[in-house]
């Protein structure tokens, strides 16, 4: 088993960033690939980033490519999400979430263990 604890969501204005943190206890965080997903109300659960259990390779949504940047500190078993020039369309709860196999992916349902999400409200 692995829990996951998300923190760092907040309210901010539209260019501002926000830096979200998901640490995880419980099994050995270094074989775990990460990734982050977002649920905006009433719109279904979409990836936005996701990172290799190394930390080479990154992957990203097209909707925040450019802004947002995943990176993993495996020592302190975190996972980041640095959020810049942040529009109100990105408001929603951030969850992050692990995967066992060690390999970026942008499906949700290969990811076996979820955060409780953080809620991230970017306003005008």
């Known amino acids: 088993q692995v829990q996951l604890v998300e923190s760092g969501g907040g309210l901010v204005q539209a260019g501002g960033s926000l830096r979200l943190s998901c640490v995880a206890s419980?099994?050995?965080?270094?074989?775990?690939?990460m990734g982050w997903f977002r649920q905006a109300p009433g719109k279904e659960r979409e990836f936005v980033a996701a990172?290799?259990?190394?930390?080479?390779?990154?992957g990203y949504a097209d909707s925040v490519k450019g802004r947002f940047t995943i990176s993993r500190d495996n020592a302190k078993n975190t996972v980041y999400l640095q959020m810049n020039s942040l529009k109100p369309e990105d408001t929603a709860i951030y969850y992050c979430?692990?995967?066992?196999?060690?390999?970026?992916?942008?499906?949700?349902?290969?990811?076996?263990?979820w955060g409780q999400g953080t809620q991230v409200t970017v306003s005008t």
């Open positions: 979430a692990a995967d066992q196999f060690g390999t970026i992916s942008t499906t949700k349902g290969v990811y076996e263990y």
């Open positions: 990172i290799s259990w190394s930390g080479g390779r990154t």
């Open positions: 419980g099994r050995t965080f270094s074989n775990y690939a």
